[in-house]
């Protein structure tokens, strides 16, 4: 599957699957996330930030799955701790989740991960 039909399947949705591979066990594992779309990017915000698992998983391993219904798509993760880059992942979230949902659900906000569609 191209990006851009990847692109086109993320088109009015708010979730995907990631699965990453276990920086210790090597087992894969797979969690719904919430993300943002912007051009080619998929944009992530670890609910804790630093701390999720998820995130330091990739950090070892940056190859990660991507998967919406049927359609999977296998990807590099670009996580950072650029402060530039994760506060407009932030506002994106904000933008297209409210503030309020940020305040509830993400209690750290100092990583981010992009991901851009092939």
């Given at each position: 599957m191209s990006g851009e039909d990847f692109a086109r399947a993320l088109s009015g949705r708010r979730e995907l699957k990631i699965t990453v591979r276990g920086?210790?066990?090597?087992?894969?594992?797979?969690?719904?996330?919430?993300?943002?779309?912007?051009?080619?990017?998929?944009?992530?915000?670890?609910?804790?930030?630093?701390?999720?698992?998820?995130?330091?998983?990739?950090?070892?391993?940056?190859?990660?799955?991507?998967?919406?219904?049927?359609?999977?798509?296998?990807?590099?993760?670009?996580?950072?701790d650029e402060p530039d880059k994760v506060k407009e992942t932030v506002r994106l979230f904000e933008e297209n989740f409210g503030a309020d949902h940020l305040d509830k659900w993400y209690s750290g906000r100092d990583v981010c991960v992009r991901i851009r569609l092939p």
């Amino acid at each position: 599957m191209s990006g851009e039909d990847f692109a086109r399947a993320l088109s009015g949705r708010r979730e995907l699957k990631i699965t990453v591979r276990g920086r210790k066990s090597g087992k894969e594992s797979s969690i719904p996330v919430s993300f943002v779309l912007k051009g080619n990017t998929i944009h992530l915000l670890p609910v804790k930030g630093s701390s999720s698992s998820w995130y330091r998983n990739i950090l070892k391993n940056r190859v990660m799955k991507i998967a919406i219904e049927d359609r999977s798509l296998e990807v590099k993760a670009i996580p950072t701790d650029e402060p530039d880059k994760v506060k407009e992942t932030v506002r994106l979230f904000e933008e297209n989740f409210g503030a309020d949902h940020l305040d509830k659900w993400y209690s750290g906000r100092d990583v981010c991960v992009r991901i851009r569609l092939p």
